[in-house]
């Protein structure tokens, strides 16, 4: 039976956030209007300025994409998504890059779990040999539009479930031994549902978590790997 890794995506793998990074792909093609950016930029330089929190910053993040993904044709959406890729998607950090190739290399099933959209998750994560990718997945409707609506967000928010849907659907895996990482306090749930979990750049919330639980703490600074 093969052994299972989970990987969280935006800022665990990826050096910044898909959706952020797509959001503002759409913003600059017009595809949104431009006045978007309006939306979050104060929390974005609160952010910047270290008196906000990044967790507010990407929820404005979602807020916007929400608001005008509706009307969308999923081809112009698309195009924007194999674009981003294109242009970021070697922008990794090398620690989970070079995991990710040990486990694939040992025969490890490897997850990729994100809040970002799917479509451009699956461009994404085809280049760095995941076998399977759960993401937002957006309602299509009439004319090949987006309406706006997220399909089983209820799936998607809670990472347990994904593990639990996971090995449900492949008896072939074997939960002993599952290994995830993650970045942040929504990504308690997906380390508690495997024996071996590894917090790699928390922040602080994950950070005291992962003290208590006794978990591996990885943070990757410019060229240099601790483990704290």
Request: hydrophobic share 40%; glycine share 6%; proline share 3%.
């Amino acid at each position: 039976m093969k052994s299972v890794a989970f990987f969280d995506i935006d800022g665990t793998v990826f050096r910044s956030s898909l959706l952020i990074e797509l959001v503002e792909k759409l913003v600059a093609e017009g595809i949104f209007p431009h006045e978007a950016s309006e939306e979050y930029m104060s929390e974005w330089m609160a952010w910047q300025s270290r008196e906000g929190t990044y967790e507010h910053y990407i929820n404005a993040i979602i807020q916007t994409f929400l608001r005008h993904i509706k009307g969308v044709h999923y081809g112009d959406f698309a195009d924007v998504g194999r674009r981003v890729v294109a242009v970021q998607s070697k922008r990794v950090y090398r620690y989970t890059r070079d995991l990710i190739q040990k486990l694939k290399a040992e025969g490890y099933f490897v997850v990729a779990i994100s809040q970002s959209p799917k479509t451009v998750l699956d461009e994404f994560c085809r280049q760095y040999g995941f076998d399977k990718v759960y993401g937002r997945i957006y309602e299509i409707g009439p004319q090949d539009r987006f309406t706006g609506a997220v399909t089983d967000e209820h799936l998607i928010k809670n990472k347990a479930s994904i593990v639990k849907r996971v090995f449900d659907r492949n008896p072939d895996l074997s939960r002993e031994g599952a290994l995830a990482v993650g970045d942040t306090e929504g990504d308690v749930p997906l380390l508690e549902a495997v024996d071996n979990a590894i917090c790699f750049n928390p922040n602080q919330h994950l950070f005291n978590y992962a003290k208590r639980k006794g978990w591996e703490v990885v943070v990757e600074r410019k060229d240099v790997i601790y483990y704290l």
